[in-house]
């Protein structure tokens, strides 16, 4: 028999064998970590692309959550972040409340442990530390959008009322500011004879009173105003002046001097 007649008997006799061997499916080789290459976590792209919009387009290009989710990348390396921005942005509303939020709150949320969550205070300290040099050392009535940005960025999200006080110089320079009581949710004790005394120590020749409201609306209430009052006839009989008294709220602020209350 000839090579063709041997070629011919061939797919003669094999037909069936040989089709289903052209149309079976390759079989799969063992998967990525059997043959011992590490598989890359699927939101190392993610992380990728993220920063590479951030750097492109800016922070206003990014939605709340994924500017969250980018100081989270930091913070814990080795896991997918967007669940645990999701669920904080979720749990406390706004990227400025979950910066404000206190240690043990954040804790409760899935994905934050104890580290986590006091490096996001240190963030949030950063950030207030940040706006409190834009306004020291300056002529603050000139100043007063950076004033309240600070007052804002310092206790807008704390959850017990604070009475701080801001001490000027005769140019109206910032000399200091001092946390004089932290209160309830709804009250702080305040002195006007404790008020005074400070500014005197301080050298100071006029204050501007800042406390907030726990409850997010920063309307002054009738204590609010009676309490105002009285520290400005305290330091009026010593020659210190009291510019204002800002209140502080999660919705905005309002000034006692723009509402015509003193």
Known sequence: MSGDDDERSFFAEKPAQLLATMHSPAKAGP????????????????RDRLRERFASAGPDALP?????????????????????AKALLARFGTLAEVLGAPVGLLQEVKGVGPAVALDLKVITATAQRMARGEVHGR????????????CRSAMA?????????????????????EVQQTGTVDHTPVYPREVVKR????????????????SGDPTPSRADIEMTKEIIDAAKRLGISVHDHIIIGRKGYSSMKGLLLI
């Open 31 to 46: 998967p990525a970590k059997a043959r011992g290459i590490e598989e890359k976590p699927h939101y190392l792209g993610h």
């Open 64 to 84: 709340d959550y994924e500017l969250l989710e980018l100081l989270l990348f930091r913070l814990i390396p080795r896991a997918d972040t967007k669940p645990v």
């Open 139 to 150: 002529e603050i009535l000139s100043s007063w959008q950076q004033l309240l940005d600070y």
């Open 157 to 177: 999200f704390e959850a017990r009322e604070q009475f701080r006080i801001l001490f000027l110089d005769k140019k109206n320079t910032l000399i200091a500011d």
């Open 199 to 214: 500014a005197l120590e301080l050298s100071a020749t006029a204050i501007i009173l800042v406390h907030n409201h726990p």
